[in-house]
């Protein structure tokens, strides 16, 4: 028997594949250009490939899925037996993501409620598996759409990047905050604020940062049933040290997701990136 409301999301939600073939959510991907080539985000191919690009400084830009890419995932849905469509995206401040989902909605066979989470790699996941789960449940759209909102507006992303250069670059992060980060080499820590990326505090070494980044993610935490994901790029060794310590000192600790997030999220942090995601359930 069909699902009756369908899921859709976008590649920066970066769930894990099995996880997302499991509830059945569609993902859209993003691109990724490097070099002047595009790439599926979310691929090992364009993850390799950012790699030799932020090495060799060559230039990396992104894309958002264009509304015929959401046209076809929500005919797709309907076609399945999708009565109504959820579709969960990254911070429309960030992207313009959201605007094509919108845009593509408006033709759509079925009711699309389209979201913009304000949240971007599993800030987001966490919301997108909440309103599957709530659709598995015998959700109604109003009511998936309701507990993908309550999920966004207690979950909190952090993270820390050895430079905010790329961020600047990419116009994520303005001029004057990416100066003052790296004014005598601070290492910056970032949050998910309002959609935005804001420079929440500037550390004086990297080993203290990633200490603040592990008290910010402990205290948000709570003793409460919580998820938590901690996200890196070309920082394996670090990330699973921060799951470690996070998984012994949180009590309430539901689910814990480690991961490299994918090229297009890399391409504004650039290597280094370590962050921890902490969804209260």
Do not use: N, W
């Not at 309430?252 to 999220?265: F, I, K, T, Y």
């Amino acid at each position: 028997m069909p699902r009756t409301i369908a899921l859709v999301t976008d590649s920066t939600a970066y769930l894990p594949p099995a996880t997302a073939a499991r509830h059945r959510i569609t993902v859209v991907p993003l691109t990724v250009v490097l070099g002047g080539r595009p790439f599926e985000d979310g691929t090992e191919e364009s993850a390799r490939r950012l790699a030799q690009a932020l090495h060799q400084r060559q230039p990396v830009t992104t894309s958002r899925p264009s509304p015929e890419d959401f046209a076809a995932a929500y005919r797709e849905a309907a076609e399945a037996g999708a009565r109504g469509i959820v579709s969960l995206h990254l911070s429309a401040e960030i992207s313009g993501t959201y605007d094509a989902a919108v845009l593509a909605a408006r033709e759509a066979p079925v009711p699309v409620r389209v979201v913009d989470s304000g949240m971007v790699a599993m800030a987001l996941g966490f919301c997108v598996l909440a309103a599957a789960e709530a659709a598995e449940a015998g959700g109604s759209l109003d009511e998936a759409v309701a507990v993908a909102v309550k999920r966004a507006e207690s979950t909190r992303a952090y993270f820390y990047v050895d430079t905010l250069e790329h961020l600047r670059r990419g116009g994520r992060i303005g001029t004057a905050r990416a100066l003052l980060g790296s004014a005598l080499a601070v290492k910056p820590l970032l949050e998910l604020a309002e959609g935005r990326i804001e420079l929440r505090e500037k550390v004086r070494t990297a080993s203290r940062a990633i200490a603040r980044l592990e008290e910010l993610a402990a205290s948000q935490a709570g003793a409460g049933p919580v998820d938590i994901a901690v996200h890196h790029l070309a920082a394996e060794e670090r990330a699973a040290q921060l799951a470690d310590r996070l998984r012994q000192r949180l009590p309430g600790l539901a689910a814990l997701h480690v991961s490299e997030v994918g090229a297009v999220l890399g391409a504004h942090t650039g290597p280094g990136l370590l962050g921890a995601v902490v969804s209260p359930r």
